[in-house]
């Protein structure tokens, strides 16, 4: 049990001084939209263009991509609509290539971390401590009223 956290911790080190990698003629940023199995994903390519893509065999089951995670892909000269996946960024990987510009303003990364908004997926709720109502009197139907049931 102490050796696999030894490796976790290893693996998690080398992770953080791993030197950030900027893309070269040929390649370009993604971002996943949809995984589609068997090493496949589709991207949604900075330069506008939705590609398919596939998942070399050096980061399959070593590297593990979720949507909405920012990847780096090389283009393919023969087939502009697929490319191949050449590496993953994590969040703070990703948050320095938007400081360095390299990705848009627009691009958005995905944290593993809970946000501080607490927004709740959309879902709001309404308070209602003094047990007034927004809602006016005559629209209400209270319990008592419904004599049908």
């Not at 995984?35 to 070593?62: M, P, Y």
């Not at 593993?112 to 607490?118: E, H, L, P, R």
């Not at 209602?128 to 139907?141: F, K, Q």
Request: charged content about 40%.
């Amino acid at each position: 049990y102490i050796y696999h956290l030894k490796q976790w911790y290893q693996r998690r080190v080398r992770a953080e001084k791993r030197e950030l990698v900027f893309k070269e003629h040929g390649q370009e940023y993604a971002q996943v939209l949809k995984l589609l199995g068997n090493g496949r994903l589709e991207a949604q390519c900075f330069d506008g263009v939705k590609r398919l893509c596939h998942i070399r065999g050096k980061l399959r089951k070593k590297v593990w991509i979720n949507q909405g995670d920012i990847i780096l892909i090389g283009l393919r000269d023969y087939q502009d609509s697929k490319a191949d996946v050449i590496q993953k960024y994590s969040p703070d990987e990703a948050r320095n290539l938007k400081a360095y510009k390299e990705l848009p303003e627009t691009a958005k990364i995905n944290d593993a971390q809970i946000d501080d908004d607490n927004d709740l997926d959309g879902i709001e709720f309404q308070d209602d401590i003094d047990g007034d109502s927004d809602e006016p009197e005559d629209d209400r139907i209270m319990l008592d009223d419904i004599d049908d049931i």
